[in-house]
């Protein structure tokens, strides 16, 4: 596996159709895997599919489809679904916009792709993300949950994440 690639990024405007098309997309991804992940015990919380298209599409499309991605998909999850529950949607609307945010604006940066640069987005929005929760739920055992339990699902985003915008989003963007 090659270690860093360029790609075609895109900082897409909310005054283009493709932003929500690319975000709707997205969206239905963060949907469909978190149910897919919620049929083994503990499958959300072990794999963290709510944060994989939210970091796929922010690194990809720039910070607006990250950004609608981050809010609309775990508000849609827990209304149709009961999961994440209610009770816990501010966080995680709180961590995919750090994720969306950081994802963007290490893709603007660098304009590549590389595991290296996907490890620290993760490590930068898991590690804010859980001292904002900490602060919020004044729980660390509860904050660091994803630490203790969701590597693999870190891992996904970063190895999952690197496949998916190299290989698949190619033939996607070619297409529409």
């Not at 609307?93 to 996907?118: E, F, N």
Request: with cysteine.
């Amino acid at each position: 596996m090659e270690a860093t690639t360029n790609v075609k990024l895109y900082s897409l405007t909310l005054r283009q159709s493709r932003t929500y098309i690319f975000a709707a997309l997205f969206i239905v991804g963060n949907i469909v895997l978190p149910q897919l992940c919620h049929l083994f015990p503990k499958g959300g919380l072990i794999m963290l599919p709510i944060y994989f298209f939210t970091l796929i599409g922010a690194y990809k499309y720039g910070i607006r489809v990250g950004l609608l991605t981050a809010l609309l998909s775990p508000l849609i999850n827990s209304l149709f679904f009961g999961m994440p529950p209610m009770t816990g949607v501010p966080v995680i609307i709180i961590k995919g916009t750090l994720l969306a945010t950081a994802a963007a604006y290490v893709a603007h940066k660098t304009q590549r792709v590389s595991i290296l640069t996907l490890i620290a987005v993760v490590l930068l929005y898991q590690v804010v993300g859980c001292l904002i929760e900490w602060a919020i739920k004044a729980d660390f055992m509860a904050a660091v949950q994803d630490f203790r339990i969701g590597i693999p699902g870190m891992l996904l985003q970063v190895i999952g994440g690197y496949l998916f915008i190299k290989y698949v989003l190619k033939k996607l963007s070619q297409s529409l």
